[in-house]
Structure formats: structure tokens, C-alpha cells
């Protein structure tokens, strides 16, 4: 949520080291992912493109995936994003890769890598049932950290990243609430597990694709920041707004049929 401020931080540091050689934490990460999905063949789900603007001015673009893989759901992503640095204007870009439980959508594991100008940087999740451990490296220097798991179901914030809201949107939408709590990682300059409240605001008709047709609204807030999320009778995300800061994600419609042309005599 562009760094949710004011919220609790529910981690809490087990153990944490500094690591001159991260690289050994990615790869043990990437073949824990790689194993749990031998033999599988992935199965694409959906497909599509985000178009990001902030006051109205574009200023980026998402490609995703969402991807059947064994027992698991597959987000990737791709992104390409104009930001403002000390320097002055420069591209941000920014890959990700979220895996989840086919089952429930529990969160397995989540890396993201991104570069402005020269400087790359690398985010990364592992989870286990109790702990978790959350890593990350910039310019072949990181560090990794073992965190005890909070209860309840876990929800990643990566800026720029909005295909993981389109996947809790896909999440609370089949489940039947009014308004309840979600758990938020966060990851910022300092990294926080946020209680964010999930509020249904009910249904609205848009236009999308060249057709109308009513989609539900779900809020997400934690008293100083708002989100909110417009959803189809899938759970794909259509629309996302942050209000506050004029910012709108809006995904692009499937292009029109083509009429066909009528023959003649």
C-alpha cells in the first residue's frame, strides 16, 4: 500500500545473520520451489496486463501470470515503472514470482528482482509452518532473517507488484464476510506484518471489454491508508484505486471481435 505507516508489527526475530555469499540462501530457496514442483507441468489460469497511473499520468505497466504448477499457484510477474530517485527520473525494472497452495492459497514462497539504474536488488520469502525466513540482497551484499510465523493466513505487499493484490482479491472474494482482518507483509525500508481490515462494499456495474456488468468492491485499510479493489465473478482483479494518492491500476479489456464482414451475392 505505497508502505502501510501506523501499523503493529507482529514479528518477531528468532534469529538473523549477515551474509557475505546471500546467494546460498537464493539457491536453497529456488530448489525448495523447484522440488515441490517436479514432474508438473504448468497449466496457465490467466493472463494480462495492468496499466498503472498515478494523478491521471501513466506511469508504468504489469504483465502477469497466473499458472496451475502440481500442487501449487504460480504468480509472475513483470513490471516496467517510471520512478524518482536522488538523480532524478530513472525505469524501474522488476520481476516476481509468488508461490501458494492450489488449495487454500497459502503462501509458500515469494522473490522479487529489481533494478534501478545499476543498483539490483533481491527480495525473497521462504515460509514453513511455524517460521519463516525473509531475505534480501543489493549488489551481491544481504542479509536473511528467521521470523516466527504470526497465525492466520499471510498477504505480501511488494511496491509496484499489483498482481498480489489481484490474488487477494481472488482470495476474499469466495469467502463469505462482511468485515474482517487479513495479515499484510509489508516490505519496505523496514518490514512489518500489518493488520489490515477487509471490508465488502457490495457490487457496482462497470464497463470492461466493451460490456457492462456488475462487479464487487472490497476495501482494504488500516485506519490511515485505503485500498480499494474491484473484482469480476472469477476473483480477477479489474480496478484497483488508492484514493490519497491518486493512484489507479486498470487492467486491460480483451480486444473486441472482429464483425464480419457480410458477403455479398
Known sequence: MGGIPGASIMLVILRSHWCRRPHRLLVTALAIV???????????????????????????????????????????????????????????????????S????????????EQVGKTKKTRGLVMADTAFTAYWEIDGFGEGTRVERPPGRLYVHDPQVFALFDLIGRDLNFQNFDTRPILLYVMGARDTTVEVTATKLGTETIQW?????????????????????????????????QASTGLEVLRDAPPLPKARKSKRG
Do not use: C
Not at 79 to 94: C, E
Not at 220 to 240: P, Y
Open 34 to 100: 523447484a522440488l515441490s514442483a517436479a514432474g508438473a507441468s504448468a497449466q496457465t489460469i490467466d493472463t494480462g496486463t495492468y496499466r498503472v497511473s498515478i494523478q491521471g499520468h501513466p506511469v508504468g505497466t504489469e504483465l502477469f501470470f497466473f499458472e496451475l504448477l502440481g500442487d501449487s499457484i504460480v504468480v509472475s510477474s513483470s513490471v516496467r515503472h517510471a520512478v524518482q530517485t536522488p538523480t532524478g527520473p530513472d525505469s524501474l525494472m522488476k520481476s516476481a514470482v509468488l508461490y501458494a
Open 102 to 113: 492450489k488449495m487454500d492459497l497459502d503462501l509458500r514462497f515469494y522473490q522479487s528482482n
Open 209 to 241: 471489454g466493451g460490456a457492462s456488468f456488475p462487479v464487487n468492491k472490497i476495501s482494504l485499510g488500516d485506519g490511515s491508508t485505503e485500498i480499494v479493489v474491484w473484482v469480476d465473478e472469477r476473483g480477477r482483479m479489474l480496478r484497483l484505486r
